[in-house]
């Protein structure tokens, strides 16, 4: 975990230490915060990469501290631990600004490789422009550019332009393309995604010797990487 900075919120010391001891295994450096209070005051003073925090607290309830966080703006990835599995209590979790939820009980492998993905996710770059070929394509603004400037596209062609450069040099499923175009669940036996690959390969690989979107028999598209 490369000495990310991490806060573990439990009151439960044996958990809590049981954590901490597998955490630092892997090269985290962890702090624990027995209650909500501690919490607070530990997030004032150390910048932490992600927050591991119980709901059920000695001196207060998880999901009021989460919020009052994100009403101050503090923007750390927090995963939520609670003994409360329902899904009404999960809603309740994300609304509050929670990243993940983990119910317990929980293998610790599982809790660690979703600490992992919050922290890569904060240390990513917020929203860089991606490039393939010559193509750059604005994640903020929504805007693709090209060798000849702007092209114009329509939202859903910007949703499938970002998903094929996103996986450059990797074939992107028909399921994934008709999530991303028609929501999950959509029938993917429909030409929907012909249709805007057609459009887009039209705007983008029309002047092209070599196109960049490739057909993956079986599969579904790609977008070539060079
Ligand atoms: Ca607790």
Redesign the pocket.
């Known amino acids: 975990m490369n000495h990310a900075k991490l806060l573990i919120v ?3 010391s044996r958990l809590a230490a049981n954590l901490r001891r597998g955490l630092e295994e892997l090269g985290a450096e962890v702090t624990i915060a027995p209650g909500a209070k501690a919490a607070a005051a530990a997030i004032d003073r150390a910048g932490f990469e992600a927050i591991v925090l ?1 709901l ?2 000695p001196d207060g309830d998880g999901l009021d501290l989460l919020r009052a966080l994100r009403a101050r703006g503090v923007a750390i990835p927090v995963l939520i631990l609670t003994a409360r599995g329902a899904l009404e209590e999960r809603v309740a979790g994300l609304e509050a600004g929670a990243d993940d939820y983990l119910a317990k009980p929980f293998a610790f492998a599982e809790l660690a490789a979703r600490i992992r993905a919050l922290i890569r996710r904060g240390r990513m770059p917020p929203a860089a422009p991606i490039r393939v070929a010559d193509l750059e394509f604005d994640p903020i603004r929504r805007r693709l550019r090209g060798g000849d400037g702007e092209i114009p596209l329509s939202p859903k062609e910007q949703m499938l332009v970002e998903l094929l450069m996103r996986n450059a040099g990797a074939p992107v499923a028909r399921d994934a393309i008709s999530d991303v175009l028609c929501g999950p669940g959509y029938n993917e036996f429909t030409n929907v995604i012909e249709v805007f690959i057609n459009r887009l390969r039209e705007k983008i690989d029309r002047a092209r010797s070599a196109p960049l979107i490739v057909t993956v028999r079986g599969v579904g598209y790609m977008m070539r990487a060079d």
Do not use: A, I, R, V
């Open positions: 439990e009151d439960e119980d059920q607290l």
